[in-house]
C-alpha cells in the first residue's frame, strides 16, 4: 500500500517542516514493515476563488484528482471521528490486509473541505476537538502514521 498526504497549502522552511520531517522519514522504514511500499506528500496552492464556498469547490476538486482509483480516503477535519492511536494503527493494519492500493490522507484549506471530498471519504478523522493550524495538523498526522507503525511492529516507541 502506498501513503498520499496531500494537503492544501505549503509548509514552509523552519520548525514546522523540520518537525514534520522528523517523523515523514522515520515512518518510511517503519512503514516498510507493515506493507507501506512508500509514502509521498502533495501540496496543492490555495484557490485563489473570491468565495468560500468555490474555493472549497475547487480545492477539493485538485484533492481528489490524485488520488488512485480504488483508494481508501481520510479526510481530515475538526468535525470528524476521534480514533485513539491504537484505533487508527488498527484502522492502517485493515487497508494494508484488504490490499488496499493506496492510503490517501487530504488536509483542507483554510475553509475546509468541500463537499465532494466528505462525499468520496470513507474515513472523516479529526485529530482532537481543538483547532489546530494546518501546519500542525500536518506534523501531528505525520507523528501519529509514525506511531501507527510502531505500534504494528511492536516497537518500544510507544508506550501506554
Given at each position: 500500500?502506498?501513503?498520499?498526504?496531500?494537503?492544501v497549502?505549503?509548509?514552509?522552511?523552519?520548525?514546522?517542516?523540520?518537525?514534520f520531517?522528523?517523523?515523514?522519514?522515520?515512518?518510511?522504514?517503519?512503514?516498510r514493515?507493515?506493507?507501506?511500499?512508500g509514502?509521498?506528500?502533495?501540496?496543492?496552492a490555495?484557490?485563489?476563488?473570491?468565495?468560500p464556498?468555490?474555493?472549497?469547490?475547487?480545492?477539493?476538486?485538485?484533492?481528489?484528482?490524485?488520488?488512485?482509483?480504488?483508494?481508501?480516503?481520510?479526510?481530515?477535519?475538526?468535525?470528524?471521528?476521534?480514533?485513539?492511536?491504537?484505533?487508527?494503527?488498527?484502522?492502517i493494519?485493515?487497508?494494508?490486509?484488504?490490499?488496499?492500493?493506496?492510503?490517501?490522507?487530504?488536509?483542507?484549506?483554510?475553509?475546509?473541505?468541500?463537499a465532494?471530498?466528505?462525499?468520496r471519504?470513507?474515513?472523516?478523522?479529526n485529530?482532537?476537538?481543538?483547532?489546530?493550524?494546518?501546519?500542525?495538523?500536518?506534523?501531528?498526522?505525520?507523528?501519529?502514521?509514525?506511531?501507527?507503525a510502531?505500534?504494528?511492529?511492536?516497537?518500544?516507541?510507544?508506550?501506554?
Amino acid at each position: 500500500m502506498h501513503l498520499l498526504l496531500a494537503a492544501v497549502g505549503k509548509l514552509k522552511a523552519g520548525a514546522d517542516r523540520e518537525l514534520f520531517d522528523r517523523y515523514w522519514d522515520r515512518l518510511q522504514p517503519a512503514g516498510r514493515k507493515i506493507g507501506i511500499a512508500g509514502a509521498k506528500v502533495v501540496e496543492l496552492a490555495e484557490s485563489r476563488a473570491t468565495a468560500p464556498a468555490e474555493r472549497k469547490v475547487d480545492e477539493a476538486a485538485r484533492l481528489l484528482r490524485g488520488i488512485r482509483e480504488g483508494a481508501c480516503v481520510v479526510a481530515l477535519d475538526e468535525a470528524g471521528k476521534s480514533m485513539t492511536s491504537e484505533t487508527f494503527a488498527a484502522f492502517i493494519r485493515k487497508q494494508c490486509d484488504a490490499g488496499v492500493p493506496e492510503l490517501a490522507l487530504l488536509i483542507g484549506g483554510p475553509d475546509g473541505h468541500g463537499a465532494s471530498v466528505r462525499t468520496r471519504a470513507d474515513l472523516v478523522l479529526n485529530l482532537g476537538t481543538m483547532t489546530l493550524p494546518h501546519g500542525l495538523a500536518r506534523i501531528v498526522l505525520a507523528e501519529q502514521l509514525y506511531r501507527a507503525a510502531t505500534i504494528l511492529t511492536g516497537h518500544p516507541y510507544h508506550r501506554v
